[in-house]
């Protein structure tokens, strides 16, 4: 059973927009933080987004900042990466991650559980 089940990736063109998603089972989603990460071809996995159990808390890497907004709708136990004005340097497979705990995080450490990815390719 995937306890945390990635969609909406894709191919699309510089500037253009995605909005990924992540449906998680009740116990891998409540009432921890969810996270994203991304790992392009021979990098190491690297944080993107986080947002806390409430949902009032996030944080971002410098390289998205501005563009990337992560959300959280609890009752749906769904977790979003809406990615505006995309870059070629973000193409990446795109990993949901959640923990435990209600706060946000920025290490992959923490991570409890992984998805197994959504493949987000941008074209210049």
């Known amino acids: 059973q995937r306890l945390l089940v990635e969609s909406g990736g894709g191919l699309v063109q510089a500037g253009g927009s995605l909005r990924l998603s992540c449906a998680a089972s009740?116990?891998?989603?409540?009432?921890?933080?969810m996270n994203w990460f991304r790992q392009a071809p021979g990098q190491e996995r690297e944080f993107v987004a986080t947002?806390?159990?409430?949902?009032?808390?996030?944080y971002y890497a410098d390289s998205v900042k501005g563009r990337f907004t992560i959300s959280r709708d609890n009752a749906k136990n769904t977790v979003y990466l809406q990615m505006n004005n995309l870059k070629p340097e973000d193409t990446a497979v795109y990993y949901c991650g959640a923990r435990g705990s209600p706060f946000a995080t920025v290490r992959a450490n923490d991570i409890e559980y992984w998805g197994q990815g959504t493949q987000v390719t941008v074209s210049s």
């Open positions: 009740e116990r891998t989603f409540s009432p921890g933080a």
């Open positions: 947002i806390n159990w409430k949902g009032d808390t996030t």
